[in-house]
């Protein structure tokens, strides 16, 4: 939004994302390198440290320098998604095998019931009171240093997580068989799927095509947190049984999302589609996850994770040029791209869920 204020293109803005992308491409090694070896609470606190960085570097974005502390401060924030695994291999430690599903709900849940408030309200504060790039700035940095407490609560009330992470590699097995190349497949199809539609191409249409503001973009990701709270209720009632059943019907109903978008719909249904696309990436979620790890070793967790976030990343690598090359063409021919792909994963899902139950 801020990169739209002032003065980028969608298709520049696509350019740039891809360009930050291609050169975090090397600190994925060395930081990779780090997840078997760091606490995982340290991990987690460097992430919000770097995510802190970023924010106060959009916020000193500004003048003749201002196009290279934005791509430097871009560049630190997506190095930090190369940590995101840790997140991942804390649920796997400390959360109860027999509950999963149930535990991955409330994931979703307190921070979508957050967001459905805190969302409107800065939508509301930097839509239309604190609406211009010297506001934007100011919020950056002031985002930026809450990073401050979140980094105090995880060195006080997380635990290291470092115990179960140094077991040795001799006693660690681990064979990738049909099911998990499904779920290859699988992360493949759905991280070109989602990124071939990144939230670069909403703001396009909202700001520069329909000529609103950011208000009515947060009334969208309201209307998101709406969907996600109530598919984890609806969630939480459906059988582990019907597991790839869930995922499937999930991923249908995050395909009419892209079918309504790709058609240049009104604000009201640019609304709709995306509480319909949160609530079936949430109905999928729990299910998809718990599939997930149910297929990794809780003692390794942290490589096998970081390894899938690895694999997922030259997926979407160059993905935002694409997405805004795609819209500067036509505004919603991302979200076409978007349509065919979450229908084959689905279509791929539910033959396999077919196979499997003949065999």
């Given at each position: 939004?801020?990169?739209?204020?002032?003065?980028?293109?969608?298709?520049?803005?696509?350019?740039?994302?891809?360009?930050?992308?291609?050169?975090?491409?090397?600190?994925?090694?060395?930081?990779?390198?780090?997840?078997?070896?760091?606490?995982?609470?340290?991990?987690?606190?460097?992430?919000?440290?770097?995510?802190?960085?970023?924010?106060?570097?959009?916020?000193?974005?500004?003048?003749?320098?201002?196009?290279?502390?934005?791509?430097?401060?871009?560049?630190?924030?997506?190095?930090?998604?190369?940590?995101?695994?840790?997140?991942?291999?804390?649920?796997?430690?400390?959360?109860?095998?027999?509950?999963?599903?149930?535990?991955?709900?409330?994931?979703?849940?307190?921070?979508?019931?957050?967001?459905?408030?805190?969302?409107?309200?800065?939508?509301?504060?930097?839509?239309?009171?604190?609406?211009?790039?010297?506001?934007?700035?100011?919020?950056?940095?002031?985002?930026?240093?809450?990073?401050?407490?979140?980094?105090?609560?995880?060195?006080?009330?997380?635990?290291?997580?470092?115990?179960?992470?140094?077991?040795?590699?001799?006693?660690?097995?681990?064979?990738?068989?049909?099911?998990?190349?499904?779920?290859?497949?699988?992360?493949?199809?759905?991280?070109?799927?989602?990124?071939?539609?990144?939230?670069?191409?909403?703001?396009?249409?909202?700001?520069?095509?329909?000529?609103?503001?950011?208000?009515?973009?947060?009334?969208?990701?309201?209307?998101?947190?709406?969907?996600?709270?109530?598919?984890?209720?609806?969630?939480?009632?459906?059988?582990?049984?019907?597991?790839?059943?869930?995922?499937?019907?999930?991923?249908?109903?995050?395909?009419?999302?892209?079918?309504?978008?790709?058609?240049?719909?009104?604000?009201?249904?640019?609304?709709?589609?995306?509480?319909?696309?949160?609530?079936?990436?949430?109905?999928?979620?729990?299910?998809?996850?718990?599939?997930?790890?149910?297929?990794?070793?809780?003692?390794?967790?942290?490589?096998?994770?970081?390894?899938?976030?690895?694999?997922?990343?030259?997926?979407?690598?160059?993905?935002p040029a694409i997405a805004g090359f795609l819209a500067s063409i036509r505004p919603t021919l991302p979200y076409l791209a978007s349509l065919l792909l979450f229908i084959t994963s689905s279509a791929t899902l539910i033959a396999y869920r077919f196979k499997f139950k003949e065999?």
């Amino acid at each position: 939004m801020y990169m739209f204020m002032t003065g980028y293109s969608v298709l520049e803005v696509g350019v740039i994302f891809t360009l930050v992308h291609v050169l975090s491409i090397p600190a994925t090694y060395a930081v990779g390198r780090l997840l078997d070896r760091i606490a995982i609470r340290y991990g987690l606190i460097l992430i919000d440290a770097l995510d802190g960085v970023a924010s106060i570097l959009y916020g000193l974005a500004y003048g003749s320098v201002a196009p290279l502390v934005l791509f430097l401060g871009l560049l630190i924030e997506d190095i930090t998604t190369i940590l995101y695994p840790l997140y991942q291999a804390a649920e796997r430690i400390l959360y109860p095998e027999d509950r999963m599903e149930e535990v991955f709900a409330w994931h979703i849940r307190l921070p979508e019931v957050s967001q459905l408030v805190g969302f409107l309200l800065l939508g509301y504060l930097f839509g239309y009171v604190f609406n211009t790039p010297y506001h934007y700035r100011l919020g950056f940095i002031a985002f930026g240093l809450t990073s401050v407490f979140t980094i105090m609560y995880l060195l006080k009330f997380v635990p290291r997580l470092d115990v179960e992470e140094r077991i040795s590699v001799e006693k660690f097995e681990f064979r990738i068989d049909r099911e998990f190349r499904l779920i290859l497949l699988m992360e493949a199809l759905i991280t070109l799927a989602w990124s071939i539609a990144p939230e670069i191409v909403l703001l396009n249409y909202i700001v520069n095509v329909l000529g609103l503001t950011l208000f009515e973009a947060m009334v969208v990701e309201a209307a998101i947190s709406i969907g996600a709270i109530v598919a984890t209720y609806i969630s939480e009632r459906i059988s582990h049984s019907h597991r790839f059943e869930a995922i499937a019907v999930g991923y249908v109903l995050v395909s009419l999302w892209a079918l309504i978008m790709s058609m240049n719909p009104p604000f009201i249904f640019v609304v709709l589609a995306y509480l319909i696309a949160r609530f079936g990436k949430v109905l999928a979620f729990p299910f998809y996850r718990s599939w997930i790890f149910s297929k990794v070793p809780k003692e390794k967790a942290s490589s096998i994770l970081s390894a899938l976030s690895s694999y997922r990343r030259p997926i979407a690598l160059v993905s935002p040029a694409i997405a805004g090359f795609l819209a500067s063409i036509r505004p919603t021919l991302p979200y076409l791209a978007s349509l065919l792909l979450f229908i084959t994963s689905s279509a791929t899902l539910i033959a396999y869920r077919f196979k499997f139950k003949e065999t």
